[in-house]
């Protein structure tokens, strides 16, 4: 397998056809009474790449994991590709969630496992049972997760152990680990959270240049309207789990920032301050 890492050339197997997605009247409250997404009706295309922005609690994340059956929704439907996620369960979901990739912001990686068999988890969804059991990659497996690998820049780390990595080194760990499933969506739920300026905007662009490449079909939850002007096509704006915005990311101005985070970007404080 060393001898296969050395070999592998530039570049990606094509991922799968890429899907819409698309939620009708969905509403999702917690067993605690919490309205966490409010009648959310919106349409994504195929190999589009769009940010949700908000505040903590305004439901990004809700939104994501309800995308991928994590999260019920407790009104309306939600439709990933030919699947009504809404009407899954058992077997028919998890199949369904092969097609989803998921990236964390914690990154959910096996700390004391090497790279590569973090990587290959990814194939777990496709591969038979026998070889997921014996843990016996398939040669299509080691060859996807190694152009994963490559394609993020992490080939030549495809035998350090995750524990060994900076935070920007596992997150695009994770990055690949998804693209090996040959998703034909990526989600990503705070990729960037808890990673430093540089470090964030790198995974921006590999995030990007995914979703250009590929064609794949992108939703990225993020803090900063700032990242989602920059790397994406296009913005959504949840408040109180409600959508307050949703057009072009960079045509956004500053009184869409005070929609979607009820506060003006710049506070009477801060400007008392700077007089």
Known sequence: MHTDARRVEAG???????????LKGVSVTYPNGTKALQDVSLRIEPGE??????????????????INGLVQATDGTV????????GLSGRRLREARGHIGMIFQGFNLAERTDVFHNVLVGRFAHSSPFHTLLGLPTKTDRELALRALDSVGMLDKVWARA????????????IARALTQQPSIMLADEPVASLDPPTAH????????INRERGLTVLINIHLMDLARQYTTRMIG???????????????????FEQIYGRPIQSDDTLDARA
Do not use: F
């Not at 790198?202 to 240049?209: A, H, T, W």
């Open 238 to 256: 949840l408040r109180d789990g409600a959508v307050v915005y949703d057009g072009p990311a960079g045509a956004a101005t500053d009184a869409d």
């Open 163 to 174: 524990n060994a990595l900076s935070g920007g080194q596992k997150q695009r760990v994770a």
């Open 79 to 86: 439709t990933v590709g030919p699947d009504e996620i809404t």
């Open 12 to 22: 990606d197997n094509p991922a799968s056809t890429s899907w819409p997605v698309e």
């Open 202 to 209: 790198g995974v921006m662009r590999d995030l990007r240049r």
């Open 49 to 66: 790449m769009v940010s949700i922005v908000g505040l903590s609690g305004s439901g990004k994340s809700t939104l994501i994991r309800t």
